[in-house]
Nanobody, 128 residues
Framework: QVVLVESGGGLAQAGGSLRLSCAAS????????MAWFRQDPGKERDLVAA????????YYADSVKGRFTISRDNANNTVHLQMNDLKPEDAAVYYC?????????????????????WGQGTQVTVAS
């Protein structure tokens, strides 16, 4: 069982930045692949970014490429999502997720059902 707690959400202006963090209860974060998803009310939960456990390969949704960066700090059992140049359409509840699965392909990385552990979510609001 892995407990995840997100932080860092809030209100930002369009063009601004936020940094989300996700603290994991496990001390072996390195064995998990990490990801951030986001969800608007009434919509599906979509992948924002994922980071493999072995080679550190990152997957990004096309809508955030070049603006968002996912990173992990295994020593502190934390994963981050740096969000720059925020747009109003980035507003959503952001969820951290982990899986022991190997994210061999983008199809796997983008599939929420591959991730058994989820945080409670943190709200991101972007004012235009």
């Amino acid at each position: 069982q892995v407990v995840l707690v997100e932080s860092g959400g809030g209100l930002a202006q369009a063009g601004g930045s936020l940094r989300l963090s996700c603290a994991a209860s496990t001390r072996t974060l390195g064995i998990y692949a990490m990801a951030w998803f986001r969800q608007d009310p009434g919509k599906e939960r979509d992948l924002v970014a994922a980071l493999t456990r072995n080679d550190g390969h990152a997957y990004y949704a096309d809508s955030v490429k070049g603006r968002f960066t996912i990173s992990r700090d295994n020593a502190n059992n934390t994963v981050h999502l740096q969000m720059n140049d925020l747009k109003p359409e980035d507003a959503a509840v952001y969820y951290c997720a982990v899986t022991s699965a190997i994210l061999r392909t983008a199809m796997v990385a983008f599939d929420p059902s591959r991730y058994p552990y989820w945080g409670q979510g943190t709200q991101v609001t972007v004012a235009s």
